[in-house]
């Protein structure tokens, strides 16, 4: 016999007992996100390659080492989406979204794929869902969608959360910044880890992003962005600030801060979990002004973020959730010569939005019976020879143990 074939290293089944928390967080995301005045936009799974080497930055982890790319039979060079803002964007440029609405307030539900090491909460196969706003450059726009997302969380009672927030400035002030920051770690260099040492040429900002001990305590007395803003940079932070402090969410300002992927400008931040353990980022995003316009569109401000799904789960507390999904009905029959009887009796109840379970192994009472319990069904209805010979259909509470017998006629308006 052939060894049976296994799930690919990085990707993961999503069981039957697994999917109740799916469903309720897909649903919650849904519900959420359409109370802001956002809109569901699907984008396809794979990708034009030059779509990611041009958003996210060929000097960044993704496009160098974790993007599944290949070449196809008609030579087109495709990737599986690593992340989903550079399809939105390619998407709303596309459908000239902006000459249909001044503003777009989109949000994603995704798969996505990273060939980077598993670990736990990480998979090469992952979801996310996330927001986009496209239209607006004013601060009020950053300040309602990281209020969202804190709002988010909160709904969902995550313990431990923390909001920290910075702003990276314009390019032009990135580019200064950038300068100074090589200044300050090239002393340093020979300490630095191989893949900082790689980005201190590449992209220095890339090394604020760094979890390694020795690091950080390279990087802890950086020269802080915040003091190379502009004045408008300054200015509008500033009003981020305040309007979210308006609204009571406290706030950590992080000048080591900083988003991985080369489109972001100006605000950006990154709520957090300790129940997560070391890797405790939620979810993060930022301002990102100038995407539109290097992939070929108008240009055109926005602000989102993007959050892990299997991320969330590992931060719920699910028991507070409540999440068990009960049948309502288990139909028991004595004998298949009742068969009929009993489909006729769960599609009238199925119309009326009950959940209604049939055994379709012929079983014996008593392991129909233990069935209805290994299930948490609500009630039984059992069907046999008594029952139809005296038109009355016993219906036992399962949590009471109370037990009804109910005319064949009567059963749905028994419930």
């Not at 309720?24 to 956002?38: M, P, R, S, V």
């Not at 580019?175 to 100074?180: C, F, N, Q, R, T």
């Not at 119309?351 to 039984?380: E, G, H, W």
Request: hydrophobic fraction near 35%; aromatic fraction near 10%.
């Amino acid at each position: 016999m052939p060894e049976p074939l296994k799930n690919i290293k990085g990707t993961q089944d999503i069981l039957f007992e697994d999917n109740n928390i799916w469903q309720y967080l897909e649903l919650t995301i849904h519900k959420f996100l359409n109370k802001y005045g956002f809109s569901q936009i699907r984008t396809p799974i794979f990708e034009n390659t030059n779509l990611f080497t041009r958003s996210i930055g060929t000097q960044t982890d993704i496009v160098s080492k974790e993007m599944y790319s290949w070449v196809d039979q008609g030579n087109n060079n495709l990737t599986l989406k690593p992340e989903a803002t550079a399809s939105v964007a390619r998407s709303y440029i596309q459908h000239k979204l902006g000459k249909k609405n001044p503003i777009n307030k989109l949000y994603y539900i995704d798969v996505l794929f990273r060939r980077e090491r598993p670990q736990k909460g990480r998979f090469r196969q992952f979801n996310q869902f996330g927001v986009e706003a496209i239209g607006s450059k004013y601060p009020e726009q950053d300040a309602e969608i990281i209020a969202l997302a804190y709002n988010f969380y909160k709904g969902l009672n995550i313990k431990n959360l923390t909001l920290k927030i910075n702003s990276i400035g314009s390019p032009e002030v990135r580019i200064k910044y950038k300068e100074a920051l090589k200044k300050y770690l090239i002393p340093y260099k020979d300490k630095l880890s191989k893949i900082s040492q790689k980005r201190l040429e590449t992209n220095p900002l890339r090394i604020l992003d760094t979890k390694i001990d020795f690091e950080l305590e390279i990087i802890k007395n950086i020269p802080p962005i915040i003091d190379f803003l502009n004045q408008s940079d300054k200015k509008h932070f500033s009003k981020v600030l305040e309007l979210l402090d308006s609204l009571s969410i406290k706030y950590i300002v992080d000048n080591k801060l900083v988003r991985g992927l080369d489109y972001y400008c100006r605000t950006v931040f990154e709520i957090q979990s300790i129940n997560l353990g070391s890797q405790d980022a939620l979810c993060g995003g930022g301002r990102y002004d100038y995407l539109i316009e290097e992939l070929g569109g108008k240009a055109t401000p926005a602000f989102g973020f993007a959050a892990g799904i299997e991320r969330l789960i590992l931060a719920l507390n699910e028991k507070e959730l409540s999440l068990s999904k009960r049948p309502d009905i288990y139909i028991i029959i004595t004998d298949d010569t009742y068969l009929s009887h009993s489909f006729k009796i769960s599609e009238s109840l199925r119309s009326k939005n009950l959940v209604v379970i049939n055994d379709m192994l012929r079983r014996s009472l008593k392991s129909q019976m233990k069935d209805a319990n290994r299930l948490n069904a609500c009630y039984t209805i059992i069907i046999g020879e008594d029952e139809i010979k005296n038109d009355k259909i016993a219906i036992k509470n399962m949590d009471s143990g109370n037990q009804d017998y109910v005319s064949l006629n009567k059963i749905e308006s028994y419930f």
